[in-house]
C-alpha cells in the first residue's frame, strides 16, 4: 500500500529510489472513477520498475480537461484510493493541466501510459528519453472509461 505525497516527499522517494539505483516508474491521470482498466494499467507499470508513482490532475485540472460536473470524486479522495492499490507505491497530485513539470521534476526511468496514447503523443517522453529511460504502453481493456460510466451514471 502507498502513500500520497505532497511533492516535497514525492521528490525525496525518487532521491531514495536512485540512491539504491532502483528503476522509478510514472503515470498519471485523473484516475477519476476507477474501474477493472485503471487496474490493468497500474498492474502493468508497477511491472516495470521497483517503484510506481502516480500522478493525478487536481480538481481544477480535471475540469479544465474534462469539462464541469467533473471530477465526480475529489482529488483526495482519487489519491486515498490509488495509494490503497498494492500495486501503487506513492501518490502526488499536479494542478496543470499536463503532467509534463512533474514529470521534469523526477524524471522517471521509466514513463507508463495507456495503449490510447502512441509514444509520439505522451507528454513527458522526450525528457525521459534523453535521460535515458523510455515510454511503456499498455493496452487499453476494451469498454473501459471513467467517462464512459460517468455518462452511464
Same mark, same amino acid.
Given at each position: 500500500?502507498?502513500?500520497?505525497?505532497?511533492?516535497?516527499?514525492?521528490?525525496?522517494?525518487?532521491?531514495?529510489?536512485?540512491?539504491?539505483?532502483?528503476?522509478?516508474?510514472?503515470?498519471? *491521470?485523473?484516475?477519476?472513477?476507477?474501474?477493472? *482498466?485503471?487496474?490493468?494499467?497500474?498492474?502493468?507499470?508497477?511491472?516495470?520498475?521497483? =517503484?510506481?508513482?502516480?500522478?493525478?490532475?487536481?480538481?481544477?485540472?480535471?475540469?479544465?480537461?474534462?469539462?464541469?460536473?467533473?471530477?465526480?470524486?475529489?482529488?483526495?479522495?482519487?489519491?486515498?484510493?490509488?495509494?490503497?492499490?498494492?500495486?501503487?507505491? *506513492?501518490?502526488?497530485?499536479?494542478?496543470?493541466?499536463?503532467?509534463?513539470?512533474?514529470?521534469?521534476?523526477?524524471?522517471?526511468?521509466?514513463?507508463?501510459?495507456?495503449?490510447? =496514447?502512441?509514444?509520439?503523443?505522451?507528454?513527458?517522453?522526450?525528457? #525521459?528519453?534523453?535521460?535515458?529511460?523510455? #515510454?511503456?504502453?499498455?493496452?487499453?481493456?476494451?469498454?473501459?472509461?471513467?467517462?464512459?460510466?460517468?455518462?452511464?451514471?
Amino acid at each position: 500500500m502507498g502513500d500520497v505525497l505532497s511533492f516535497e516527499d514525492a521528490m525525496r522517494r525518487r532521491a531514495a529510489c536512485r540512491g539504491r539505483d532502483q528503476v522509478f516508474v510514472f503515470t498519471n *491521470g485523473c484516475f477519476d472513477i476507477l474501474h477493472s *482498466g485503471h487496474i490493468a494499467l497500474l498492474t502493468e507499470a508497477r511491472l516495470q520498475g521497483h =517503484y510506481l508513482m502516480v500522478g493525478i490532475n487536481s480538481d481544477r485540472s480535471v475540469r479544465a480537461l474534462k469539462g464541469e460536473g467533473r471530477p465526480v470524486q475529489s482529488e483526495a479522495d482519487r489519491a486515498e484510493v490509488l495509494a490503497a492499490i498494492r500495486h501503487v507505491d *506513492g501518490v502526488v497530485v499536479f494542478d496543470e493541466d499536463t503532467p509534463e513539470k512533474i514529470i521534469e521534476a523526477l524524471k522517471p526511468n521509466v514513463l507508463v501510459k495507456g495503449g490510447d =496514447y502512441t509514444v509520439d503523443q505522451v507528454v513527458g517522453r522526450k525528457t #525521459v528519453e534523453d535521460l535515458g529511460g523510455r #515510454v511503456h504502453l499498455v493496452p487499453l481493456v476494451e469498454g473501459k472509461s471513467s467517462s464512459g460510466l460517468a455518462r452511464r451514471i
